[in-house]
């Protein structure tokens, strides 16, 4: 199993930024699908972006896109998710999840959130107007 830990949330005011990291470790593989998801209060959780470790192979929500940006340090075991310009409705808990069997993705479409089977704890991002 692949353990996950997030960190870097908290409060920051519309049009903020933030930049949430998770550490992965626990596979005896070298690359595999990671990805961070967002369920607001009273919502259903979301995928927010996902990324190959093994590549540059990236996806993104559209209602994220252009604002977030997911990127890996392999050499740290972490990926980042750089939050720009955020928005009230963003405000969520965000979880990172990863692949545990390391499957590679089609490079058409990227990791399928259904490849995502190990999750971490979260950390809340609240964002105010």
């Known amino acids: 199993r692949v353990q996950l830990v997030e960190s870097g949330g908290g409060s920051v005011q519309a049009g903020g930024s933030l930049k949430l990291s998770c550490v992965h470790s626990?596979?005896?593989?070298?690359?595999?699908?990671v990805g961070w998801f967002r369920q607001a209060p009273g919502k259903q959780r979301e995928v927010v972006a996902t990324?190959?470790?093994?590549?540059?192979?990236?996806n993104y929500a559209d209602s994220v896109k252009g604002r977030f940006t997911i990127s890996r340090d392999n050499a740290k075991s972490t990926v980042y998710l750089q939050m720009n310009s955020l928005k009230p409705e963003d405000t969520a808990t965000y979880y990172c999840?990863?692949?545990?069997?390391?499957?590679?993705?089609?490079?058409?479409?990227?990791?399928?959130?259904?490849?995502?089977?190990?999750w971490g704890e979260g950390t809340l991002v609240t964002v105010s107007s």
């Open positions: 999840a990863a692949d545990p069997l390391a499957r590679i993705p089609p490079i058409s479409t990227g990791c399928p959130t259904t490849f995502l089977e190990d």
């Open positions: 626990g596979s005896r593989y070298r690359n595999y699908c």
């Open positions: 990324i190959y470790t093994g590549a540059d192979a990236t």
